[in-house]
């Protein structure tokens, strides 16, 4: 079998792979609602979903800082990365040895193209259908709840030291588009950092729980700086793990915009 990855690049195997490492949290809670939880043997020490995965499977070391003697230990038929989760210096000493797939996804037709990848991929093909037709029925629902909600001014703080939020060309810069926000930030690209005391003026800045877990005491320190400013405090997952996640993701995020009515 061949085909390309998210990267374009050539992926030729002659079985369909059974020892899987996955380097990448959403993809491997993908892999477990695809049916294959049983093909795989490794993950990352940031693979939280199922709550039992660290334990039942071999942890590999984080998605930037890997133990390069246990995957070869493990001896993967395939090896699930990512372009934004995982470095370029992994990517680059794995791939002398490893087969490997990257995924790129910064839309959900990213999204969708991924899991249909690894239908084929891992000969799950039906389940990759039906988990696509479940996210796409969520979106139109959602896109059908949303029309009449306002537009709101929204910046999206993903880590402190330095301050930093989201941009354009991002996954997250995506669903906030989705949920009818206007991102202030969104005519810089990826994460840029920012200084509290030039912050751009938002209806709400919104808090996420990941990478960084924003706390009250770190939107006090805000408000010490922006009067008058709204928060919300926001599930990261919700907004940034693609894959079957998505299938979840719509219903929060409407409880989420009647929070901020």
């Not at 680059?92 to 991924?114: F, P, Q």
């Not at 000969?123 to 039906?130: L, T, Y």
Request: with cysteine; aromatic share 12%.
């Amino acid at each position: 079998m061949e085909l390309l990855d998210q990267l374009n690049r050539k992926i030729s195997i002659d079985k369909t792979p059974v020892r899987i490492v996955s380097l990448v949290p959403s993809q491997t809670e993908l892999l477990v609602d695809l049916g294959l939880e049983h093909k795989i043997v490794g993950v990352t020490n940031f693979c939280v979903h199922p709550s039992t995965i660290r334990k039942d499977k071999v942890v590999v070391g984080g998605t930037k800082s890997l133990h390069y003697d246990r995957i070869k230990e493990l001896n993967p038929d395939i090896i699930l990365c990512n372009k934004e989760e995982n470095t370029q210096e992994i990517v680059e000493v794995l791939s002398k040895e490893y087969t490997l797939h990257i995924s790129d996804v910064n839309s959900m037709a990213d999204n969708y193209e991924m899991i249909q990848q690894y239908g084929k991929l891992f000969g799950v093909e039906e389940r990759a259908s039906e988990i696509c037709k479940n996210i796409q029925s969520e979106v139109a629902q959602f896109e059908e709840f949303i029309l009449d909600k306002p537009i709101l001014k929204v910046a999206y703080f993903i880590w402190r030291k330095p301050w930093m939020v989201v941009g354009e060309n991002t996954f997250i810069n995506h669903l906030i588009k989705l949920n009818k926000f206007e991102n202030v930030y969104s005519s810089q690209s990826r994460y840029p950092e920012v200084e509290l005391e030039s912050l751009k003026s938002a209806d709400f800045y919104l808090l996420s729980s990941e990478p960084f877990p924003f706390k009250e005491i770190h939107k006090k320190e805000i408000q010490e700086v922006v009067e008058n400013a709204k928060f919300c405090f926001v599930d990261g997952e919700y907004f940034s793990w693609y894959g079957s996640r998505m299938q979840k993701a719509f219903q929060y995020f409407r409880e989420l915009r009647k929070e901020m009515q």
